[in-house]
């Protein structure tokens, strides 16, 4: 019995330990370089520029939740002309 109690310790240690490394991975932000081609320019899509992108949806009456790369090119002209007001 001390045997399959010690297994069973064992299962639910590494069990934790994956879960932990996983949840660490996914919580680090992933940053990646967004064209700007109308302004001929790049921005890297931090935190800074989600907060401009949620800020641009709210104001536009967008959904905020939707993945600027999967927005219409026109949608995404509309926000890097709203974006470069902002200055």
């Known amino acids: 019995m001390v045997r399959k109690a010690s297994w069973l310790t064992s299962c639910f ?5 994956a879960a932990s490394v996983a949840g660490l991975a996914c919580g680090h932000p992933h940053y990646y370089r967004v064209e700007d081609p109308y302004y001929h320019d790049t921005h890297v899509w931090d935190d800074t520029e989600v907060v ?4 641009w949806c709210r104001e536009t009456h967008r959904d905020e939740h939707r993945d600027f790369r999967k927005l219409p090119a026109e949608e995404q002209k509309e926000y890097w002309t709203w974006r470069h007001s902002q200055h």
Do not use: E, K, M, P
């Open 13 to 17: 240690l590494t069990a934790s330990v």
């Open 52 to 55: 401009y992108y949620q800020r």
